[in-house]
């Protein structure tokens, strides 16, 4: 059974709920579902993960990649120090990082070094690109495939929960049910849409 790759960060971390765009995606397009979602992970775990999946499963194998791609300033460190930074000493050491190492210049030429592999690894595949945080919009165009780039996912995600200061953090994929099947419905739509010629570069909308 061919299978669709999903992986990223928190926004495709539930995946197991009939609304879960991952598994609502898979279950339309009757494929397998595999990968992973990563919350609060910088996307050096996100790659890694994504390495060792391929360094075990055939890459014709799979029909479909789903890349939901990070914000490229996390901290790379363990998922307590990023997640649990109301707590000492990692409060301490998050804030020592962000004041006094923190370079951004170099953390957006690691992600889009991290960019040009995907296009290596991922050349002439079914690939679908996803923004998930407005932070990576000058260079996500170096990325090959279908694009879905504005808004972003944190974007769409804070309007829904507008009125709702908790509803970001608790849903699951911080949306609502409706709006997981949108975007599960989004993606089938642009699958079928070019599944017997795949683009090599497009930028699509939501």
Known sequence: MK??????????????????WPKRLAESLNLKLIGSGHRGQHWWFVRLAFIKLLDKTDI???????????????????????QHTENEPNKS??????????NLSYNEWCCQQWFKECNLILNNRKVIHIQN?????????????????????????LIDAA??????????????????????????????NYKDVWPKSLTESW
Not at 3 to 20: A, L, M, N, T
Not at 60 to 82: A, E, Q
Not at 93 to 102: A, C, I, M, P, R
């Open 133 to 157: 945080f407005p932070t990576t919009q000058l260079y996500f165009g170096i990325l090959e495939g279908i694009k879905l780039e504005s808004p972003s996912l944190l974007d769409i995600g």
């Open 3 to 20: 299978s669709v790759c999903v992986i990223g960060d928190s926004f495709c971390f539930h995946r197991d709920q009939p609304s879960d």
């Open 93 to 102: 050491l998050v804030k020592s990082y962000l004041t006094n190492l923190e």
């Open 60 to 82: 014709n194998d799979i029909d479909l990649f789903v890349i939901c791609h990070t914000d490229p300033n996390r901290i790379v460190g363990t998922t307590n120090t990023i």
């Open 163 to 192: 009125d709702d200061a908790d509803a970001f953090n608790n849903q699951r994929n911080h949306f609502t049910s409706d709006r997981n099947i949108a975007i599960s419905d989004r993606l089938i739509q642009i699958y079928y």
